[in-house]
């Protein structure tokens, strides 16, 4: 059975499947200071918490610090930055810095907005669509 994603529009795809990038200080998600969780545009699985979530002033939603297992660390294709995708549908959602001293965990996950869905605290959040096409509570 093929895994049925939830489908993308054409920015949403070139970021999440093409690896590319939103502009800066574009994405709906910059300056969301809001309760709740952010998950996978893609497959809903829940990535960040809002307590999470820092104003770094890059252009983009920064979090310093991810649920567990829910985002994984890769070489980028550039050879110099840590890209960041999805656990479990490796959707691409930006990159991950450390060292740079915005908070004491010292780690600034910058991520595209296009590539998440805020869920607000108080609302269920959708079931996560596995690789191999079943769905699952988290």
């Not at 959707?91 to 060292?99: K, N, S, Y």
């Not at 915005?102 to 600034?108: A, I, L, Q």
């Amino acid at each position: 059975m093929s895994t049925e994603y939830n489908s993308l529009n054409d920015a949403e795809a070139h970021v999440i499947l093409r690896k590319g990038t939103e502009r800066p200080f574009t994405g709906e998600y910059t300056d969301l200071a809001a309760p709740g969780t952010f998950i996978c545009r893609r497959c809903n699985l829940p990535l960040y918490q809002s307590d999470d979530k820092f104003h770094s002033h890059c252009g983009w939603p920064s979090f310093d610090d991810d649920l567990p297992e829910a985002v994984l660390r890769v070489p980028d294709a550039d050879g110099r930055r840590t890209e960041i995708v999805c656990a479990n549908c490796d959707g691409h959602l930006g990159h991950v810095f450390e060292g740079e001293g915005f908070t004491p965990k010292d780690t600034r996950h910058c991520v595209n907005s296009i590539s998440m869905r805020f869920i607000p605290e108080g609302e269920p959040l959708p079931e996560v669509i596995r690789p191999n096409g079943s769905s699952s509570s988290s």
